[in-house]
């Protein structure tokens, strides 16, 4: 099972490389949604998105015979372009597959950090698929969130908001594959902190999974938040069903009302996969009102708002 050391231990292996984000706040946010709002800004993370912490992690715990070797992975984007950005700082070949609907600024992010792609079908068969046949030959695997380096990475974002305001009531994440919660949980845990995971209503596997006890296949990839339509991984699971105080669900509408939101009170247009964070403050008051909440932007590689 991950520790908190192990996020610690990562924090200290990626300092050199990756950036210590900025916590923003809004007075303007903060009436909106009716508690007070301290947003950790992984959209201005290195890529774009908190993936770069995780991908910069398992890439520094290469021998130097694997980095020559180079990586395999999948990614909708974030992750791709986050280890190829990586790779090229320490000198690694990163192939990554991408689904044929993947968004064209999320490949051409992928491109512009030195990533090869080869296209693949979407949804998890094809994903898994691809990844099973390097695997085979013998390839080095750096899977987008089922792996410890990568969680002990992306809970480092946490690490830091909570070192700068340790007396936060909760944190909030989106979930997706789950590398970016189960590190936050395992955060929030030590810090005596509630740790809330928001999930789109239409990719809700994750909430699924945690109410049955066993792992759901992913949706149909229907939701506008294309970096959460993904199932959860063995480890992730483990971490989640011991850690986080609950899943909430939004709507797609819900999300787009969060993104207009958060663009009209910071400035900053966030993707959807961020704004679903935001969306729950707005429809849980019973839960969040009148409380110190950390969010996580896990990200902002979004086409500009025409």
């Known amino acids: 099972m991950m520790t908190f050391e192990a996020i610690a231990a990562a924090a200290d292996r ?4 990756a950036l210590r984000t900025p916590v923003k706040r809004s007075d303007e946010l903060d009436a909106a949604l009716g508690c007070q709002v301290y947003l950790k ?22 021998a130097p015979e694997q980095r020559s070797q180079g990586v395999i992975t999948v990614s909708s984007g974030n992750h791709g372009a986050a280890l190829a ?31 090869k792609i080869i296209p693949i079908e979407p949804g998890m068969e094809a994903r898994e698929a691809f990844l099973a046949e390097h695997r085979a030959q013998g390839a080095i695997i750096i899977p987008p969130y089922d792996h410890p380096d990568i969680i002990a990475g992306q809970g480092t974002a946490a690490l830091e908001l909570l070192e ?9 994440a989106p979930l997706g594959g789950g590398g970016l919660l189960s590190g936050s949980c395992l955060v929030a845990t030590h810090f005596d902190t509630f740790c809330y995971g928001v999930e789109p209503e239409l990719a809700a596997d994750g909430k699924q999974s945690l109410e049955r006890g066993e792992i759901q296949p992913a949706m149909p990839p ?8 993904t199932s959860l991984g063995k480890h992730t699971f483990a971490i989640l069903q011991e850690q986080v105080t609950d899943v909430l669900l939004v709507s797609d509408q819900e999300v787009e009302a969060a993104q207009q939101l958060v663009k009209e009170c910071t400035g900053m247009w966030i993707e959807p996969s961020s704004a679903t964070t935001i969306a729950a403050l707005k429809r849980y008051p019973e839960i969040f009102a009148e409380k110190q909440v ?4 896990s990200g902002g590689n979004v086409p500009p708002r025409e």
């Open 164 to 172: 700068a305001y340790p007396r936060l009531w909760g944190l909030v």
């Open 222 to 229: 229907k939701s506008i938040c294309d970096g959460l339509l």
């Open 85 to 115: 950005c990586a790779g090229k700082m320490l000198g690694v070949e990163v192939t990554v597959g991408v689904a044929s609907n993947a968004s064209p600024l999320k490949r051409s992010n992928m491109v512009r950090y030195g990533a």
């Open 14 to 17: 990626i300092a050199a490389r």
């Open 41 to 62: 800004c992984e959209n201005l993370q290195k890529s774009g998105a908190f993936k770069f912490r995780g991908a910069c992690n398992a890439l520094l715990q290469l």
């Open 294 to 297: 950390g969010v996580i932007i």
